[in-house]
Every structure is written in C-alpha cells, then in structure tokens.
C-alpha cells in the first residue's frame, strides 16, 4: 500500500500529470473564487474537453479541479462576503468580519492552513480505508447496492439545505427525468413517446451541464451587473505561525474528521460538511458568541470540514461507484465515458490509476496551500472579472460539449431545457444538489432492486437474506422518523414541563 | 429579368445535376463512420483501427471521420445510418445486437434495413464461471441446470446478445436457466467474481484477460477450439448446436449504390491485407478475415431465427 501510494505520488510528481495536477488547482481555485462559477461547472465543461485525454491525466485533472474549488470559495467569502462556491457559506460568517476589521490576511492564512489540513486529514483515511473498503465491498450484491442507494437518497433528503420537503421534492424530480429511454432490466423503451431521440432518455452530461452550468448562466446574465467591491488584502501576511496552529489543533482535527465522516455518507455534499463542523465548534467552544462576529475557530472549522469533506466523498466512489456528493456524482460520469468501471474491482484492475487519483488528490491540496499563500492577492482581484466576457465563452463550451458527446443536436436541446429547469428551480430555492443526486442515482437504484429480485423466485422477499442490506435500509427508515420522533418527543416533554409548572 | 435569370440557372443546375460526373470519382469527400458506442469500446477501437488505416495508406482516396453516438443499445447510431443519406458518405459499424434490438422490439429495423458491406472479423464467444465456482465443466453446470430448473443464474444485459446466446444455448441443451440483469463485460466479470451470479458470456478477449484474474472459461460457441484457450471444449462437442461469433458488421444505407459499397469493400479488403490493420484487430479478440456481405446476411438470418422464438421467455425476466 504504502509502496503504491510513492509510486503514484512519483508519477504525479513527473512533468506531465504534475502539469495536469497544477492547471487543475489553479483553475480550479479561480472558479471557486469567482462567486457564480462553481466546481461542478467547470469539471462538467471539462469531460468533453478531456475525451481524447489519456483517461488518468483526465481524471487528475478533474480531481484537481475540485480540490481547487472548494477551496477557491474562502477567498470570496471572506473579502467580498460571497461564497464562492456554496461549501463556502460558513466561511463568509467569520471570514468577513474578521476581514472588515483589518484581519483580511489572517483570516486568509486560517482558512487556506486549514483547507489544507482537512485535505490532508482525507487523505489519509482515503489511503487507509480505500482497501479494505474495497475488499469488503466485493461482497456487495445487487440488494446491498440497492439499499446503499435508497439509504444515501433518503440522507440527501433528509440533510439537504432548507425544507425536507424541497429537498425531497427536488430528489423525487431528478428521478422523474432518469425514467424515459431504454430500460435495462428488461430490455424495453420506457415513456419515450415514440420519439426516436429520447430512445436513450436523457445523457448525464447535457443534463449536468444544463442544470449546473446554464441555469447558472441564466442567472448571472441577469445580474450582470451585479459587483461586489472586495476588501484589499494590502501587504498582510497569509503565512502563520506554527503557535497560532497549535491553538487550533483539536478544531482541526475534529473538523476534518466531521468533514470526512460527511463526506463518505453518499450523496451530502461540502456545504454540509462544513454545516456540522461550524455547528460543533460553536457547541464546545469557549466563547461561542464570538462564532458570526470574526471567529477563528468559525473559520478554521467550516475550512477544515470542506476540503475534508472532498476527500471523504472520493471513498465511496472510487471503491463502490457511489457518488458521495453532486460533484462526486459527475466525476462518476467522467470514469464511465473514459471506459472505467468504477466499484470495488476498481482496485483490482486498475490499482495504478486509482492509487493515480489519491496521489493527485494530496499533491493539489498541498498545490492550493502554495498557490493560494503565494497569489491569493492577484487572485483576490480576479474575482471581479467581467461575467459579460466570462458567459458567452462558457455558453459556446456548454453547446460544443454537448453535442461532441453523440454528435447529435438533441442533446444541445436537452441541455438548454435543463437549463431552464434548473433556473426555475433556483428561483424557486429548491436545491440543485438533490436534483442531480436523484437523477444520477435512480438508474442505479431502480436497476440493483430489479436485478436482486431477479436473483431468486423469492423475489423482492430475497432481501431478507441479505443482513448487510437490511441494515441499510433499517438505518434508511431511522433516518426518515427520526426528525418526527425527535420533534414528538420534545413536545412531549414540554407538555410535561407545562402540566409541571401548572401543578 | 431577374426571373428569367434565375429560371434560366435554375434549368442551368437541374442540367448539370442530371448529367453524369465522371470527373469527380468517389469517395472525394471524407466519409463519416457512425459508431454507435462512447468513444473507448471494442467496437470503437475497431473503427478507429480502419480510420488509421485508411490515412496512412491510399487503400481509399478519402479520409474516414469517426461520430460516437451512442445509446439505447446502439440504436441511437444504427437508426442514424439507416435514415443517413444513401450515398455512399455514411456508413457505420455494428455487431449482431442488430437483430436482438429488432426482437426485443426495441428498434423497427433490422439487418434487412441496410446495405451490408461486409464483416471486418468476428469475435469468438463462450461462457465463463469463477474460479471458485463449484462447477467444474459446462457439463457439470448443465447437469445441476436440468435438475434444478430456474436456479443457475447468468449474468446478462437484459435484450442483447449476452442474454440470447446463452439463452440459445440453453434451449438446445435442454435446460431452463434464470437471467439477471448485470451489465457490461466489467459488471459481469464482478458479479461472476462477488458470487451473485453464476455463469456469463464474454468474448474470447475478455475470456483471455478475465481468466488471469478469477474467471474460468468452460464453454466456446465456436465451430473449432479457440486457439488462446485449447482446452475449453465447444458447445458443438458436446453436441450443443450453437455457433455463435459475433460479426463487426459494417453498414450503409439502404439505396447506397452498388459500384460505391464495391470500393468501400475493395478498400477494407486491402486494409486487411496488411499486417499491421490485421495483428491490430487480432488484439481486439477478432477473426481478421473480411466476411462477404452475403454471408453477413446468412449469419444474421440464421441469429435472428434462433433469437425470434425465445423473445417471449426473455420478455419474462422481469417478476
């Protein structure tokens, strides 16, 4: 293991990936930065380009690039007060404050220390746990797939940002729209209409750059605008102090496990990683009313989980070929149109490149720690670029990306009405994330729960000799009651506490 | 004046139209290749083995451009060379799924649809079990099939060839195997691997790469053994009656004339002559020898009446 991990850190290390590795982290930190531009737009544009790429320097590349972006975010968070990609949105708490106080280069050098501390912190458990998990996984039949997919579904529903019910809403539409075309379990077409093109219902890709890229386009065009007037770092210093670290340690470390842990959990996102970790850190800190006002540990905590969170994220992926969060979701999508079956053979059969991808995955991080420490002034000015001269380029790669995918106009088309699906969504607050999660993930639930049911006569009922699946759905039903339970139970002892006081 | 004008070219184009042009021979414009999977598949590498092919030497006076469209089990890209212009531009490269799609209901055309130029090789096929798989021998697992109907299970693609063939085989062997829906080569391999499923049909390259790490070939639906893998009888052998290889079909339109599918013929016969387009698509698992149309079309026939009357058992899969 650890002679596979040098050997692709050696790989990653030789000019060409490296070269790879570095664009991806640069770009990467500039999108995040730019507030309307996320990672999962940028990696989505990417798979048309890299499809005549080698399918390792595609893929380090597009890792890179999320690393880089989800850490690109705490710079426009903390100096414009705009996240600048949504897993950035504790950061803006404290960040800003500390920086309209005149702290804009220390909260820089905490959030950029701590971006790569639960970088690395991922990494490690993704070089520990990828194996085993791997191994274990093997064992993994239809009906443990099954369950793992419902069970991921029903957290993103659960956890998802604002209501319940948007969330599920939002989960419930994506699924809608993976229905039409081909179906696999039995051979059939399925709500095609007779309409020859929709024979393979909808591509992942038109619909992840429509609903990622040009709803968004939608929505900066009509603020264009809209500017934000970023605090000037000046000549702060962005490097810290060891003895300001050795402060923060136990946030550190506890974010970055908080941020993993997340992050491993399918289908949750950065954000909430970052949610949980701030939320942590405020519950056991020693001032919690400083967290909102310019907090460190604010900072520090939402970082640290974040970037932990993409590397926790990459666990279920490359070991299972879930995705544990919506970028994870295109990644997975970027393997299979590079001819890579990602599961637990992953690591049988393609050891070097998944021991590729780990290795980039730590270089970027420390990759961002260099380049965000050294440039995050130049950089803090190229948040402000003209979105007028930004849009039309990102429109024309949208078209050109999608029709590159099968050659044909249909799937322009579907990426302009998912376009347009994903604004009204947006206008309506109802969550993206869910949306592609469900999207991406009911093709797989709807084929492992036929596929065990075609196992044995008994049918759906086979289910019950599989131990490891029942305890994902039993842990599915628990986390669908729970809030109610929770909510029933408090009424309860109010009630209690009300008839006590009346007594 | 202006009418007359244009009436009078009009007459003008409709008279050069109308006249034979021997001075532009075909093909003088590249021709487009329709391959109806992602870039990365077998069938795409072979395409993709003849577009280098025909760039690098004069076997054809134009270049060949490969479009990927793939999906709905290649009838995205079948559909396409069928409605494509019949002349001579278009053309694309399919394998027996052809006939599955039009049985499964899936497509409203089959092989009877196009121009057949011919087949560039096919690829052997046979079934496959885990090396930790209790059944040592096709015969072994055939024996417990007959005693316990419906409880082997083979991992297929719901409505492609990877669930006729075996399905095929089964029928004339006399026994009553239960499918599941897997997947693609990898999946299958997995599933074989994870102990979920029991048996699978790969190719004979797939057999070869899969056998290094925990499959064990058992059966060939070959007429003679298979050269990579001496000791795995055929299903002929045994006296199952299956030979199934899986032609690289190339298609034109229907209407394509006559004297262009000639020189799109000549130009991948030639291709095939040569050593290196050959030792290429022996690396794909293929048979490198150009198979006449007519033969294509007898194979195909052949497929498809052993595949129609198994249509109903394989709509049943589902519970």
Same mark, same amino acid.
């Given at each position: 293991m650890v002679t596979d991990l040098f050997g692709a850190l050696a790989y990653i290390a030789s000019p060409v990936p490296f070269f790879w590795v570095l664009l991806g982290t640069t770009l990467g930190i500039f999108v995040g930065a730019v507030p309307g531009l996320t990672g999962g737009m940028l990696i989505a544009l990417s798979i048309p380009l890299t499809f005549t790429m080698n399918s390792t320097h595609a893929l380090i590349l597009m890792v890179a690039m999320y690393v880089g972006s989800v850490s690109g975010g705490l710079i426009s968070a903390t100096l414009l007060k705009m996240p600048g990609t949504p897993s950035s949105v504790m950061t803006t708490f404290d960040g800003y404050p500390m920086a309209a106080r005149g702290e804009a280069g220390r909260a820089l050098g905490l959030s950029i220390g701590a971006s790569l501390v639960g970088g690395l912190v991922a990494g490690v458990f993704i070089v520990v746990l990828s194996v085993p998990l791997s191994r274990w996984a093997t064992t993994f039949g239809p009906f443990e797939y099954f369950a793992m997919v419902l069970m991921a579904l029903v957290l993103i529903a659960s956890i998802s940002q604002g209501s319940m019910v948007k969330g599920l809403l939002a989960g419930a539409l994506g699924i809608a729209f993976a229905l039409p075309g081909l179906n696999p379990s039995d051979g059939q077409l399925r709500l095609t209409f007779g309409w020859h093109e929709l024979d393979a219902g909808f591509d992942l890709l038109p619909v992840l750059l429509g609903v990622f890229v040009m709803s968004q386009i939608i929505i900066d065009a009509l603020e264009i605008e809209k500017k934000g007037q970023p605090i000037s770092v000046g000549g702060a210093k962005v490097l810290l102090s060891l003895s300001t670290w050795r402060r923060h340690w136990g946030n550190l470390l506890r974010s970055s496990v908080i941020g993993t842990w997340i992050g491993i959990l399918p289908g949750v996102g950065a954000s909430i990683s970052s949610m949980v970790a701030y939320a942590t850190a405020r519950s056991v800190s020693? %001032?919690? %009313?400083a967290f909102g006002t310019g907090s460190e540990e604010g900072i520090v905590a939402s970082e640290a989980a974040n970037n932990a969170n993409v590397g926790g994220a990459l666990i279920p992926l490359i070991t299972m070929g879930i995705p544990g969060s919506p970028i994870d979701a295109i990644l997975l999508g970027a393997l299979i149109l590079h001819n890579i079956q990602p599961g637990p053979l992953l690591f049988v059969n393609n050891a070097d490149f998944v021991w590729a991808l780990i290795a980039a995955y730590l270089v970027a991080n420390i990759l961002m720690f260099a380049i965000m420490t050294l440039c995050v002034k130049w950089i803090a000015r190229l948040m402000v670029v003209d979105r007028a001269l930004l849009l039309p380029v990102i429109f024309v790669a949208c078209v050109v990306g999608c029709y590159a995918l099968h050659n044909r106009m249909f799937d322009v088309w579907v990426m302009v009405f998912f376009g347009l699906v994903g604004f009204a969504m947006a206008r309506c607050k109802v969550p993206l994330g869910p949306f592609v999660i469900g999207f991406v993930l009911a093709g797989i639930l709807e084929e492992d729960l036929r596929s065990g049911m075609q196992l044995?006569?008994? /049918?759906?009922? /086979?289910?019950?000799?599989r131990p490891i699946a029942l305890g994902f759905i039993a842990v599915s039903v628990l986390t669908l009651i729970w809030p109610f339970a929770q909510s029933a139970l408090a009424r309860r002892a109010r009630d209690r506490r009300a008839k006590e006081t009346t007594t | 004046m202006v009418r007359t004008f244009t009436r009078r070219s009009a007459l003008a184009c409709a008279l050069a139209l109308a006249l034979p042009l021997p001075a532009f021979a075909f093909p003088d414009q590249p021709i487009k290749v329709v391959v #109806?999977?992602? #870039?990365?598949g077998a069938i795409d590498g072979i395409a993709r083995v003849f577009q280098k092919a025909f760039e690098t030497n004069d076997f054809l006076p134009s270049s060949v451009v490969v479009l990927n469209m793939a999906g709905a089990g290649g009838t995205i890209g079948t559909r396409a060379i069928k409605d494509a212009e019949p002349d001579g531009y278009t053309i694309g490269l399919w394998h027996d799924g052809i006939v599955t799609s039009k049985a499964m209901g899936v497509a409203d055309f089959d092989q009877t649809d196009f121009e057949i130029i011919g087949a560039t090789g096919f690829a052997d096929l046979g079934l496959a079990v885990s090396q930790k798989s209790d059944f040592a021998s096709f015969e072994d697992m055939l024996a417990f099939a007959k005693e316990n109907p419906k409880t082997v299970k083979v991992a297929a693609n719901i409505g492609l060839p990877v669930h006729f063939v075996p399905m095929r085989v089964a029928t004339e062997a006399g026994a009553d195997l239960r499918y599941v829906q897997v997947g693609g080569g990898a999946k299958r391999y997995q599933s074989l691997l994870g102990g979920h499923t029991d048996t699978a049909l790969f190719s004979t390259q797939e057999l070869v790469q899969f056998q290094e790490s925990g499959l064990r070939p058992i059966l060939m639906l070959t007429e003679e053994r298979v050269a990579d893998l001496p000791d795995v009888p055929t299903a002929k052998e045994l006296g199952i009656e299956v030979v199934a290889p899986s032609p690289r079909i190339w298609l034109a339109p229907k209407g394509t004339p006559a004297d262009r599918l000639e020189i799109l013929r000549n130009a991948f016969r030639d291709a095939m002559n040569d050593e290196t387009v050959a030792q290429q698509l022996r690396d794909f698992g293929l048979n490198p020898t150009f198979v006449e149309a007519d033969a294509v079309r007898n194979q195909l026939q052949v497929a498809l009446d052993e595949t129609l009357p198994l249509v109903p058992q394989a709509r049943q899969v589902e519970k």
């Open positions: 020693k %001032e919690p %009313e044995s006569d008994a /049918g759906f009922w /086979g289910i019950l000799d | #109806p999977t992602d #870039p990365g």
